[in-house]
């Protein structure tokens, strides 16, 4: 086993203060700044840092892309830790594609893996998140991502064939199809498999260094359509029934509040321009894109006074089910009262996946906070309902603190509709915004002071809304160590977590404190 020393003079560890200060906060969270940051740049590093660095005391805290903002890397206790930064492994083997498996290294972006799975005619079969252009399949993993492909494939963790997992004590535990050979991928079924304990684990079991994900051939035909309800239950009923008859590959909703703040964002404009060069550019899919769904880009404003809208993309094996799929959804959103309208959105989006995350501020530089709940279909309004009506109750001090709130919708699966308002208020930027930011958008956002009090204000509103949301049951992503995942667990389930977290850690080192998880007793 190398020393920490050892380490530090091979470059894989680094205890610059400058450095160890950038990874101290999340997009929401602050905590304390690691003792040192591990950048491994191969699976034998990752595995040997993680091996000192927990041998000699301290806490292992895996980051991904860092895009988070639940805490999961922010290490709120007293206990000294190493931060691993996994952005060094970037290996990504196809030798199993023809089986329909990609393995991958932790640190791989989802656009990166998108571009080169593309090139073989292929995609994953859960395909990223929205901030894919710089969060990692091992952070997606660990969050248990929705977004791209979740019409089909609900979650990150729905596509998961198996982990390559580092426990603090540098041994290698393999699951799934990397379960009983390192070199090559197997069949997954033989007996319980220990995959799906590790999906959305925040880390808390251990770091993930490899990850085998289901690949599918790309869709040969793609559309969009959008649509205006004048309430919200129209909305969320239609999207629930497009969810159940599986007919999107993605649906995606806004409440009026965001739907204007959407059109007033100058990216927006921006994105027009990125389609039209795309479109100008004539490249098969999107000449097929523009055809097939009659692309208009409507101009920026051309969301304002819609109401709630629903923008729903399609995939087909050919152009014939395409129109199959699209009539399908105008009759279901029709049968709700809703109105077709320009298709600009879905089809921006599906031209380009992964954009830059000009989206972590709001249209005037505010901060930007979501909290989000995974709800049954049919309880999805009443979610709306209890969350409209806990900004009620906290209007005053919204108001007074020029907080803002607007609600964007989603689905995952058959039949789960997910409601995410999003929080923006007025205050100083931390540096990881400035990392993510467009240096033209950094450039027109004015500096503006800490506001200690608002940011309180919003975390108090994030707790509320996940509380009036409780008698729902609502299932969460993104645990960290905001979400009361240990909280609402029975004694069993609890015995049984806390006697797996012992198991894999015995000693208290791997990311101790997310999923709300205590160290085992004894443990230092
Ligand atoms: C603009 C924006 C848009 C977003 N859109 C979406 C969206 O569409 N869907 C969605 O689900 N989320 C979304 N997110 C939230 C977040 O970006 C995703 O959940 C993403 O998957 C985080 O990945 P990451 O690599 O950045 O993880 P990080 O933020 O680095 O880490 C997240 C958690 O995973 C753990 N972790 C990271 N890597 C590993 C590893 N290799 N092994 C074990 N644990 C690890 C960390 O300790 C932490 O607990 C968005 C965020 C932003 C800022």
Redesign the pocket.
Same mark, same amino acid.
């Given at each position: 086993m190398s020393t920490l020393d050892e380490l530090s003079a091979a470059g894989i560890a680094s205890a610059d203060p400058q450095l160890r200060a950038r990874f101290n906060h999340?997009?929401f969270n602050s905590g304390a700044s690691p003792e040192l940051v591990l950048a491994p740049r191969s699976l034998a590093e990752a595995r040997e840092a993680i091996q000192a660095a927990a041998a000699s005391g301290l806490a292992v805290?895996?980051? *991904? @892309? +860092?895009? /988070?903002?639940t805490g999961?890397?922010v290490a709120a206790g007293q206990q000294r830790f190493a931060l691993v930064d996994?952005r060094g492994l970037t290996a990504i083997d196809l030798s199993s594609a023809d089986d329909g498996i990609v393995v991958v290294e932790?640190?791989v972006t989802w656009h990166q893996l998108w571009e080169v799975l593309k090139a073989r005619g292929l995609r994953a079969n859960f395909w990223g998140?929205?901030?894919g252009l710089?969060?990692?399949v *091992? @952070? +997606?993993? /660990?969050?248990?991502?929705?977004?791209w492909g979740s019409g089909q494939t609900a979650t990150?963790g729905d596509a998961a064939r198996g982990f390559e997992?580092a426990l603090p004590d540098g041994e290698i535990l393999r699951t799934g199809v990397l379960a009983r050979s390192a070199e090559r991928t197997g069949v997954r079924h033989f007996g319980p498999d220990l995959t799906q304990l590790f999906v959305g684990?925040?880390?808390r079991f251990?770091?993930?260094?490899r990850i085998a994900l289901a690949v599918m051939p790309l869709p040969q035909a793609t559309g969009g359509l959008s649509f205006s309800f004048a309430a919200p239950e129209a909305l969320l009923a239609a999207m629930g029934d497009i969810a159940r008859a599986g007919l999107a590959a993605q649906q995606v909703g806004f409440d009026p509040v965001l739907a204007n703040l959407r059109s007033r964002r100058q990216s927006l404009g921006e994105d027009f321009k990125t389609l039209t060069r795309l479109l100008r550019g004539q490249g098969s899919i999107l000449k097929g894109l523009r055809d097939a769904a009659g692309v208009t880009l409507a101009g920026r404003g051309f969301l304002e006074g819609a109401g709630f809208t629903l923008h729903a993309m399609c995939e087909a094996r050919s152009e014939r089910s395409l129109r199959e799929l699209l009539a399908e959804v105008t009759d279901i959103a029709g049968r709700h009262g809703g109105t077709g309208i320009e298709n600009t959105i879905p089809t921006v989006m599906a031209a380009a996946p992964f954009t830059p995350?000009n989206?972590?501020i709001g249209p005037n530089g505010e901060r930007w906070v979501p909290v989000h709940g995974l709800f049954q279909a049919s309880r999805a309004a009443a979610a709306y309902r209890n969350y409209l009506d806990t900004l009620d109750v906290h209007r005053e001090i919204m108001e007074r603190l020029s907080i803002s709130s607007a609600a964007l919708f989603s689905a995952a699966g058959p039949g789960v509709i997910v409601i995410e308002p999003m929080f923006f208020w007025p205050d100083a930027l931390e540096e990881l915004h400035r990392e993510?930011l467009e240096e033209k958008v950094m450039k027109r956002t004015k500096p503006v002071p800490a506001n200690p009090e608002a940011r309180d204000a919003v975390a108090a509103l994030r707790r509320a809304v996940v509380d009036a949301w409780a008698p729902l049951d609502p299932g969460h992503?993104?645990v960290?160590r905001s979400y009361p995942f240990a909280q609402r667990l029975d004694s069993t389930q609890r015995r049984l977590f806390e006697g797996i977290a012992a198991l894999v850690d015995p000693l208290g080192r791997s990311?101790p404190g997310?999923l709300g998880l205590e160290c085992p007793r004894g443990a230092p």
């Open positions: 999340d997009f805290v895996p980051r *991904g @892309g +860092g895009m /988070s903002y999961g890397y996994l932790a640190g998140p929205l901030s710089t969060a990692t *091992g @952070g +997606g993993l /660990s969050q248990n991502a929705i977004f990150a997992i684990d925040a880390g251990g770091v993930k260094l995350l989206g972590v993510t992503l993104q960290g990311n997310a």
